[in-house]
């Protein structure tokens, strides 16, 4: 029996009631396959533990969750806490500690999902965006000057690094040769005159190795219309920490909202363990209702099934969304239905059980 331990930080808002569903689909897949099995332990930080403590995640925290092979994140974000401080508190502090230097965006039209674009069939979306995910423009680095004064000053620097750079971008090669597809890379280099021009010059290097690998390269402006105007140029894309931010949630609003939008945070050495979450955000005004969509939560938890080897459940699980999705019988207000969270979760693990 092969035992995956799975460290649980609900979160906040609808974090709780998504991930719930989440745990709940690996549960089934140990059940329906007894050789595979996920321990759970849960963890109570985020934006309600920062108001008790005034920490948004343990002192030690980041040594409890070494010993863990993933992390499993709700949502984080909730009213009278700001943004920068739930996000750099837990979120950021996960993914640069841990080294998740790597971020898994798909950005796939599933059957069953609606698109917002006249004209444009599944096979036309269909691609997987490799993000930077520890430095660029979210390095955090930078400085605040004579504050609160006429001559106030902010300076927020974008690092980038030949190793950052060099490693996000082979691994991107990595997945398109693996694949058998093309790859993009979207930068601005005419007007960020130092970064993107190192960027691209990178790229380029990096493709010497990869001669097999048919690339192209678009300013992010131009890539942000493609991704509406002609998505099927686009299979494996790499990008910056920032416009890979900006072109998932794009990519997500083309193929179903962020009710379907999952992302997983990889270190690919496994020195570390690597979180998976839904994307969609915490969204407060819906919490406890049953209103929250958990496909995003058990997107992801696809994703996890892939990282630890088990691709053929991380299909079933991806078919068994598009199915619940066709059947159109169990489905949350955002997208049409009437039914409640734990319902939607309950019709996927029904779909499984038939394709198992």
Not at 199 to 209: A, C, S, Y
Not at 276 to 292: C, L, N, R, T, W
Not at 298 to 308: A, E, K, N, P, R
Request: include cysteine.
């Amino acid at each position: 029996m092969n035992t995956h331990k799975i460290a649980v930080i609900a979160g906040d808002g609808i974090g709780p009631e998504v991930i719930a569903e989440g745990v709940k689909v690996l549960k089934a897949i140990s059940e329906l396959n007894p050789e595979i099995n996920f321990e759970f332990t849960e963890f109570p930080w985020g934006c309600e533990y920062y108001v008790k403590t005034g920490k948004m995640i343990a002192d030690d925290g980041m040594e409890q969750l070494k010993k863990f092979d993933a992390i499993y994140l709700g949502a984080v974000g909730y009213p009278g806490v700001p943004d920068h401080i739930s996000l750099w508190g837990l979120l950021l502090k996960i993914r640069k500690g841990f080294d998740q230097y790597v971020n898994l965006r798909p950005v796939r039209l599933l059957e069953g999902a609606e698109c917002p674009l006249k004209g444009v069939d599944r096979s036309q979306i269909d691609m997987i965006v490799v993000r930077e995910n520890s430095e660029g423009e979210y390095a955090g680095a930078g400085d605040w000057l004579f504050k609160d004064k006429p001559e106030e000053v902010v300076l927020q620097t974008g690092v980038f690094s030949r190793k950052g750079c060099e490693r996000i971008i082979r691994y991107a090669y990595e997945v398109a040769r693996k694949e058998g597809k093309t790859l993009t890379s979207i930068s601005k280099a005419n007007a960020l005159n130092y970064s993107m021009v190192f960027w691209d010059q990178i790229f380029e290097e990096v493709g010497k190795e990869y001669p097999d690998v048919k690339t192209y390269s678009y300013l992010v402006d131009a890539a942000c219309m493609f991704f509406v105007k002609q998505p099927e140029r686009f299979q494996v894309v790499v990008t910056s920490n920032l416009f890979g931010d900006i072109v998932t949630d794009l990519g997500a609003a083309i193929s179903g909202g962020m009710g379907l939008a999952a992302g997983a945070n990889i270190n690919p050495e496994r020195t570390y363990p690597s979180m998976f979450e839904p994307v969609h955000g915490s969204a407060p005004d819906i919490a406890g209702q049953g209103k929250a969509n958990p496909l995003a939560a058990i997107w992801s938890v696809s994703q996890m099934l892939d990282f630890f080897g088990y691709e053929n459940w991380g299909s079933k699980v991806l078919n068994a969304i598009e199915k619940v999705m066709v059947e159109r019988k169990h489905l949350t207000p955002d997208m049409g239905g009437t039914s409640k969270t734990n319902e939607v979760g309950d019709a996927v693990i029904e779909v499984l059980k038939r394709l198992a």
